[in-house]
């Protein structure tokens, strides 16, 4: 039932930016923490950021400072800004509820982010 779409990724070169959205749809999303996620190659995805209801923030220490988590209900959408961006962020992106820090069981294709040097 529940479903999510992310868009945003690309190329950029390190300091630049990206946005990411995650339009996402049906009513456990909206009572939900919604969190970011991003795979590298070969491994497991891992918790970025992840915002309340509430719009309550967190973020993992390599993102810390740099990347922002924000989330319009009115619109059913999710937000990741990221800021001075780090070859070491390239990864497939990713957006998910959770319940009790564990993610629904269903993911949405992701969205490529390449940093170059």
């Known amino acids: 039932q529940a479903q999510v779409a992310e868009s945003g990724g690309g190329l950029v070169q390190a300091g630049e930016s990206l946005r990411l959205s995650c339009k996402y749809s049906?009513?456990?999303?909206?009572?939900?923490?919604m969190g970011w996620y991003r795979r590298f190659p070969g491994k497991q995805r891992e918790l970025v950021a992840h915002?309340?209801?509430?719009?309550?923030?967190n973020y993992a220490d390599s993102v810390r400072g740099r990347f922002t988590i924000s989330r319009d209900n009115a619109t059913y959408t999710v937000y990741l800004e990221m800021n001075d961006l780090k070859p070491e962020d390239t990864a497939v992106y990713y957006c998910?509820?959770?319940?009790?820090?564990?993610?629904?069981?269903?993911w949405g294709q992701g969205t490529q982010v390449t940093v170059s040097p």
């Open positions: 915002i309340t209801p509430g719009s309550t923030t």
């Open positions: 049906g009513w456990m999303f909206r009572f939900s923490v």
């Open positions: 998910n509820g959770m319940t009790r820090g564990i993610p629904f069981g269903h």
